[in-house]
């Protein structure tokens, strides 16, 4: 499978693991752990623009793998810090999207890099440039909330 492919498969993942966020409540996860209300305006619009982020790199995987695995690393930030991280940090506390980011986003994530390994196309600069634009992505939304509140 192709390293463009694999990316449109992990934002199809991506936005199977919004639906998990939404049915289970992760706004209201959010309030009852930081105090931070985050409207369902804000919420599906930042969802959103990462589906449109998703799909434009994978648009970009055959001229520039560090765009496109900026997605699968954004994946892999986002199950790392904020799931898997989250569940830690609140003693083993259910974060809505945890099934889905240990289910789907470190196999897809692991799985687009390795493809891109086996295709010839992954450097070290490249994965260093994917995690750094990955953080960025993932940073944004936050950015904007803050700036919405200020």
């Known amino acids: 499978m192709s390293l463009e492919q694999l990316c449109w498969l992990a934002t199809a993942a991506y936005g199977i693991h919004i639906a998990e966020e939404y049915l289970l409540g992760w706004r209201d996860w959010v309030h009852s752990i930081s105090g931070v209300n985050v409207r369902s305006g804000f919420f599906f619009a930042m969802n ?52 889905t980011a240990i289910s789907l986003f470190y196999p897809m994530g692991i799985w687009c890099f390795k493809s891109a390994y086996d295709m010839g196309v992954l450097t070290a600069a490249r994965v260093a440039g994917a995690f750094v634009l990955g953080a960025i992505l993932m940073a944004a939304p936050m950015l904007m909330f803050k700036a919405i509140k200020s």
């Open 48 to 99: 959103a623009l990462a589906l449109v982020v998703g799909m434009a790199c994978a648009a970009m995987a055959g001229r520039l793998p560090v765009v496109a695995l900026a997605f699968p690393a954004l994946m892999l930030i986002n199950a790392t810090f904020f799931h898997v991280g989250a569940f830690l940090w609140t003693r083993g506390r259910f974060s809505p999207g945890l099934i």
